[in-house]
């Protein structure tokens, strides 16, 4: 059980390149989010999924893009990439369940550099 | 929306003392309050939670403690040792079974937490 695993763990791209980061569950969470990391503003929501082939934006969705085509796998993708968008991206994922809590469970980050 | 603060944004206190932390939120409709700890080069994990309907929670040396009237809740750390340094977050979320928040979180700002041997 290897939880929540992020592709690549680090990438340096420039500026108008495009990429894709691969977040991966194996507790057949239904939920699943995008999260940005900066200095000094905590976690910000980019996108989530609450389900196979479903997406909604969050916060900061400009210049992101999101699919969930398997329920296990949740990408992030920037089509034209901007200094703007440097950051450490964080995929989480979290049960449907009303039952239990509401607990996410993150994966180990991805750094991206945009110069 | 949500808005969440936290304060403050670092700390440093000896080993063997106490830490707080504070934040408060904005949305009365928020109903669950999580901390969460982030090592170096680590996602962040839950440490402890709070509904809504309780005022304090207590885990061994983590407590939570929670105001709805003034929207605001505290983690407390008592006998800190040097592997509690970390980054620590608060958020706020909605959990109620008829909305519409999918277990979303709004997280504060962080702090920083230094605990000197």
């Known amino acids: 059980n290897a939880g929540v695993t992020q592709t690549p763990k680090f990438r340096v791209l420039k500026t108008g390149q495009s990429m894709t980061l691969l977040c991966a569950q194996d507790?057949?969470?239904?939920?699943m989010y995008w999260y940005r990391q900066d200095p000094g503003m905590g976690l910000r929501l980019i996108h989530y999924s609450v389900g196979e082939g479903t997406t909604a934006k969050g916060e900061v969705p400009d210049g992101y893009n999101v699919s969930r085509l398997k329920k296990q796998n949740f990408l992030l993708g920037l089509e034209s990439a901007a200094p703007s968008q440097t950051s450490v991206y964080f995929c989480a994922s979290r049960t449907s369940g009303r039952a239990v809590g509401g607990e996410q469970y993150f994966g180990p980050g991805t750094r991206l550099t945009v110069t | 929306g949500e808005n969440v603060e936290q304060h403050p944004s670092t700390l440093s206190v000896q080993e063997g003392d106490s830490a707080v932390i504070k934040c408060t939120y904005s949305?009365?409709?928020?109903?669950?309050f999580p901390w969460y700890k982030q090592e170096l080069g680590k996602g962040p994990q839950l440490i402890i939670d709070i509904r809504s309907n309780v005022g304090e929670k207590k885990d061994q040396r983590i407590a939570v403690t929670l105001n709805k009237t003034a929207k605001h809740f505290s983690l407390h750390i008592t006998e800190t040792q040097p592997e509690d340094s970390a980054v620590y977050f608060c958020?706020?979320?909605?959990?109620?079974?008829?909305?519409?928040?999918?277990?979303?979180?709004?997280f504060g700002q962080g702090t920083i937490l230094t605990v000197h041997p």
């Open positions: 958020a706020a979320g909605d959990l109620n079974a008829g909305g519409t928040s999918y277990g979303k979180l709004t």
């Open positions: 949305d009365s409709a928020s109903n669950y």
């Open positions: 507790m057949n969470h239904e939920y």
